[in-house]
C-alpha cells in the first residue's frame, strides 16, 4: 500500500475510534501520576501543587471554550461528533474560527487533554503526551483533509492554502456565517465540560488517597465542581432527549 492510501486509511480508523483510544492514554496518565505521588518524584510544595492544578484547569477550559467557539457557529453537520458513520460535512465551513485554523476543534481538545496530562506533574510524560497528540491527530486531519478535497474540490483547495492547519493565523479572519447557537453548544459540548471536572477530582482523589493511605473524600472545589458539571450534564442530556435543543439546520 503506497504511502498516501496508508496515511488515509490509519486515519480513518482513528478517526472512527478518536472519542475512545486517547482513554488509553488516560489510563497511562493515571499510572504515570500514581508513582510520581507515590514515590515523590518532582511534586512541588503544597501551595503551589494547587496553584498548577488550577493552572491546568484554565487551560483544559480554554481547550473546552475553543470548542464553544467553533460549535456555536456551525451549522448541522459539520464540527461534529460523527464517529459510528464516518467522515460527514454538508458544507465547509470557511468563517469564524475556521478562517483561522482548519481544525479548532483538535486544536481544543489538544488544550483540554493537555491540561489533564499536565495533571501527572511528570515532565516526560507531558512532552510523550505532545508527541503523540501530534502524531495521532495528523493522520486523522490527513484522512479528514482528503475526504473534503474530493467532496468540494477546488473550493477546499482555495481556503485551506490561506487558513493553517494547526497554528491560528488570524491576518484572514472573516465573520462567522451563521450566529451562535448556545442550544447547540449546550448539546454538544456537556460530555466535554463534565469530563474535565470528573477527571481532575478524579485526579485530586488518588492523590489524597496515596497522601494518607486512606480513602478519604475531601470537599472541596474540584469534589463540587465534579458533582455540579454531574447533575448539569444529565439535565442537559434529558433536555436532549426532549428535544429542547432543537434548531433548524443547526
Given at each position: 500500500m503506497a504511502l498516501q492510501?496508508?496515511?488515509?486509511?490509519?486515519?480513518?480508523?482513528?478517526?472512527?475510534?478518536?472519542?475512545?483510544?486517547?482513554?488509553?492514554?488516560?489510563?497511562?496518565?493515571?499510572?504515570?501520576?500514581?508513582?510520581?505521588?507515590?514515590?515523590?518524584?518532582?511534586?512541588?510544595?503544597?501551595?503551589?501543587?494547587?496553584?498548577?492544578?488550577?493552572?491546568?484547569?484554565?487551560?483544559?477550559?480554554?481547550?473546552?471554550?475553543?470548542?464553544?467557539?467553533?460549535?456555536?457557529?456551525?451549522?448541522?453537520?459539520?464540527?461534529?461528533?460523527?464517529?459510528?458513520?464516518?467522515?460527514?460535512?454538508?458544507?465547509?465551513?470557511?468563517?469564524?474560527?475556521?478562517?483561522?485554523?482548519?481544525?479548532?476543534?483538535y486544536l481544543g481538545n489538544f488544550f483540554m487533554w493537555l491540561g489533564v496530562a499536565m495533571l501527572t506533574e511528570n515532565t516526560w510524560f507531558s512532552i510523550a503526551f505532545v508527541l503523540f497528540y501530534a502524531f495521532y491527530y495528523e493522520r486523522i486531519m490527513y484522512a479528514e483533509e482528503s475526504f473534503l478535497r474530493d467532496k468540494f474540490g477546488s473550493v477546499y483547495m482555495d481556503w485551506a492554502i490561506n487558513v493553517p492547519a494547526f497554528i491560528p493565523s488570524f491576518k484572514n479572519y472573516t465573520k462567522p456565517k451563521y450566529e451562535f447557537s448556545i442550544k447547540k453548544v449546550l448539546k454538544k459540548e456537556k460530555n466535554g465540560f463534565c469530563a474535565v471536572f470528573v477527571l481532575f477530582w478524579g485526579f485530586e482523589l488518588v492523590g489524597n488517597l496515596i497522601e494518607s493511605e486512606s480513602f478519604k473524600i475531601e470537599y472541596d472545589f474540584w469534589f463540587y465542581g465534579a458533582i455540579i458539571s454531574t447533575i448539569i450534564y444529565f439535565v442537559l442530556k434529558i433536555m436532549k432527549k426532549r428535544k429542547i435543543f432543537e434548531e433548524s439546520n443547526r
Amino acid at each position: 500500500m503506497a504511502l498516501q492510501e496508508e496515511l488515509k486509511t490509519q486515519g480513518d480508523f482513528l478517526f472512527r475510534n478518536r472519542s475512545y483510544l486517547p482513554l488509553i492514554i488516560l489510563g497511562l496518565g493515571f499510572a504515570v501520576f500514581i508513582h510520581t505521588e507515590y514515590y515523590e518524584i518532582e511534586t512541588p510544595d503544597h501551595w503551589f501543587s494547587e496553584l498548577f492544578e488550577f493552572a491546568c484547569l484554565g487551560i483544559s477550559l480554554f481547550g473546552l471554550f475553543i470548542r464553544v467557539v467553533t460549535v456555536g457557529f456551525t451549522p448541522k453537520n459539520t464540527s461534529g461528533r460523527n464517529t459510528k458513520s464516518g467522515q460527514l460535512a454538508d458544507e465547509l465551513n470557511t468563517t469564524g474560527i475556521y478562517s483561522v485554523v482548519r481544525h479548532p476543534l483538535y486544536l481544543g481538545n489538544f488544550f483540554m487533554w493537555l491540561g489533564v496530562a499536565m495533571l501527572t506533574e511528570n515532565t516526560w510524560f507531558s512532552i510523550a503526551f505532545v508527541l503523540f497528540y501530534a502524531f495521532y491527530y495528523e493522520r486523522i486531519m490527513y484522512a479528514e483533509e482528503s475526504f473534503l478535497r474530493d467532496k468540494f474540490g477546488s473550493v477546499y483547495m482555495d481556503w485551506a492554502i490561506n487558513v493553517p492547519a494547526f497554528i491560528p493565523s488570524f491576518k484572514n479572519y472573516t465573520k462567522p456565517k451563521y450566529e451562535f447557537s448556545i442550544k447547540k453548544v449546550l448539546k454538544k459540548e456537556k460530555n466535554g465540560f463534565c469530563a474535565v471536572f470528573v477527571l481532575f477530582w478524579g485526579f485530586e482523589l488518588v492523590g489524597n488517597l496515596i497522601e494518607s493511605e486512606s480513602f478519604k473524600i475531601e470537599y472541596d472545589f474540584w469534589f463540587y465542581g465534579a458533582i455540579i458539571s454531574t447533575i448539569i450534564y444529565f439535565v442537559l442530556k434529558i433536555m436532549k432527549k426532549r428535544k429542547i435543543f432543537e434548531e433548524s439546520n443547526r
